[in-house]
């Protein structure tokens, strides 16, 4: 079956501008998350769904930064007035219910990431 | 919190050199384990996992066991090979309000030479 799709793949910007990142997770998984991967902070986590809701949202860096789950399945993170410090690859995960008795062990299935520039 | 320490690479190796790469963990409560590889040009995907102690994750020829008293899952392969060139990443996770959210190590780049 299909995996985890993201898109844009390439995204190049300029600074002040804002950008809009897709990621459509393995149909029937609930639970959706995202990460950054830049060089000086390696792979952090932003953010998690479970269903459209999204319980913690403590790892998105700043205000300008936002996302949205509708439907149960795609999801799109929203940087607004980007800054250079921005520029990163994006990741999306999906597992199939992320939290109750087995979600220790369950797989995360990543996305081949957007790869976000800003000018 | 939680995070993960791997050693830095790049870890450079002819083919069929014995290779490690450490890790080490701090997490409260009983975290399951992961290594997690990405390829050039590709996204991560998940090489193995142990969800307790003394449990060995195994794939690929590619072995980590969950040791609780020195916190480390050390990644192990007895032959590599030109084809295992690759990022690869250690990561924890734990139980919190963000579901199974994954805390990665720095991540070691894996040269072998043929």
């Known amino acids: 079956g299909a995996g985890v799709s993201q898109s844009p793949s390439n995204k190049v910007t300029e600074k002040g501008k804002d950008v809009e990142l897709r990621c459509d997770p393995i149909?029937?998984?609930?639970?959706l998350y995202w990460y950054r991967q830049s060089l000086g902070q390696g792979l952090e986590f932003l953010i998690y769904?479970?269903?459209?809701?999204?319980?913690?949202k403590s790892g998105l860096p700043s205000d300008r930064f936002s996302a949205e789950r509708t439907g149960g399945s795609v999801s799109t993170l929203t940087i607004q007035r980007t800054q250079q410090e921005d520029s990163a690859v994006y990741l999306c995960?999906?597992?199939?219910?992320?939290?109750?008795?087995?979600?220790?062990?369950?797989?995360?299935?990543f996305g081949p990431g957007t790869r976000l520039l800003v000018l | 919190g939680n995070s993960v320490t791997q050693m830095e690479g790049p870890v450079t190796l002819s083919e069929e050199a014995f290779l490690t790469i450490n890790c080490t963990y701090t997490?409260?409560?009983?975290?399951?384990l992961f290594w997690y590889v990405q390829y050039p040009g590709e996204g991560l995907q998940l090489l193995l996992k142990?969800?307790?102690?003394?449990d060995k994750g195994s794939n690929k020829g590619f072995e980590a066991t969950y040791r609780k008293e020195t916190t480390s899952f050390h990644l192990e392969k007895g032959s590599v090979q030109v084809s295992d060139s690759a990022v690869y990443f250690c990561a924890l996770s734990a139980r919190n309000n963000a579901g199974n959210m994954l805390t990665f190590g720095g991540g070691t780049r894996l040269m072998v030479k043929p």
């Open positions: 995960a999906s597992s199939l219910q992320g939290s109750g008795a087995g979600s220790l062990v369950e797989t995360q299935y």
């Open positions: 142990a969800t307790k102690a003394d």
């Open positions: 769904f479970q269903g459209n809701s999204a319980p913690d």
């Open positions: 149909s029937g998984h609930t639970a």
């Open positions: 997490a409260t409560g009983y975290p399951s």
